[in-house]
């Protein structure tokens, strides 16, 4: 079984990023939704995560969310995800959720509204692609001093809406959401941040 969850679909900046996930002989204990671990409970799952199964990621850049709109932009990570997988179409795949993003191909593709805490494997792909994303967050926020990306990850909190009042929109901000949107013109598009 394959099990897919995405993270940052709602975030204001960074990426969206699909992590599929192929069971195998050994899954980690303890896994369970990402969002009701701690950080430290996620990482430790995380590298069990990543040395004991097969993994496809699918990342889609905000350019990208903001070009194709969010329920393409889920299906090109989707698709991105089983591509680095390699997964077969007949492979049974379960998406966490209530829309079924994969083409198709995949016959025995469905999905299951929380997975992620129903299907182990669902979960090992949530909390990877958490862990994932939250890193590359705090990466980018060495880029973009000022926004607290290392703390938000990109979804939107006050800071962020301070920052964003305080220091305008980056590159690496969704143009397309409403809230980026509502930021006054001259505000827009700062290049590194502060």
């Not at 997964?87 to 959720?97: K, L, P, W, Y």
């Not at 990306?149 to 006050?158: A, D, L, M, S």
Request: glycine fraction near 10%.
């Amino acid at each position: 079984m394959i099990g897919i969850d995405e993270v940052g679909r709602g975030a204001w900046a960074g990426p969206l990023l699909v992590v599929a996930a192929r069971e195998c002989e050994h899954v980690p204990d303890g896994l369970k939704d990402s969002k009701l671990l701690t950080k430290r409970q996620r990482e430790r799952l995380a590298e069990g995560i990543q040395s004991t199964c097969d993994l496809g990621e699918g990342w889609v850049s905000p350019a990208e969310v903001d070009h194709l709109g969010l329920t393409a932009s889920m299906r090109l990570g989707v698709q991105r995800a089983l591509e680095k997988l390699k997964a077969r179409n007949d492979e049974e795949i379960v998406i966490d959720g209530h829309i079924n993003y994969c083409a198709e191909g995949y016959v025995n593709a469905r999905a299951v509204i929380d997975a992620d805490a129903t299907h182990p494997i669902v979960s090992a792909a949530s909390i990877y692609a958490k862990v994932l994303r939250d890193n590359y967050m705090c990466e980018l926020a060495k880029g973009f001093p000022g926004y607290g990306f290392e703390k938000h990850v990109g979804y939107g909190t006050r800071t962020h809406k301070e920052a964003l009042t305080q220091y305008g929109v980056t590159a690496i901000h969704r143009k397309s959401y409403k809230p980026i949107q509502a930021i006054p013109y001259e505000q827009n598009e700062s290049s590194s941040g502060a």
